[in-house]
């Protein structure tokens, strides 16, 4: 799941997750890295589907790789999202981003 997920960074493209089982999201990925406390994480930027906090769709949304049930890469391209920062410290041990 990991090498999809930075492919889809790479080429910049829309993908479906369904994360914990709860719903499907449309994403896109910026970034994929270790965060402090060690775990992979996924900083996407989240367009529509099942969310928590629907009222803050569309929004940046981080997930762990490790609860991610399934992802889809889509045929759509994305254009980086509002906010995003390749040179934020969380991604000092970045895999990939763009």
Avoid at 9 to 20: D, L, V
Avoid at 56 to 72: E, M
Wanted: some cysteine; hydrophobic content about 35%; overall charge positive.
């Amino acid at each position: 799941m990991q090498s999809q997920i930075v492919a889809a960074i790479r080429s910049m493209r829309k993908m479906e997750i369904n994360y914990k089982g709860e719903g499907n999201r449309l994403v896109c990925p910026h970034a994929l890295y270790v965060s402090s406390k060690g775990n992979i994480l996924v900083d996407t930027y989240q367009l529509g589907g099942y969310s928590s906090h629907s009222e803050d769709v569309p929004g940046w949304r981080p997930f762990n790789l490790d609860k991610i049930s399934s992802l889809a890469i889509l045929a759509e391209s994305f254009d980086i999202a509002p906010g995003y920062n390749s040179l934020s410290d969380r991604y000092i041990n970045s895999i990939a981003k763009i």
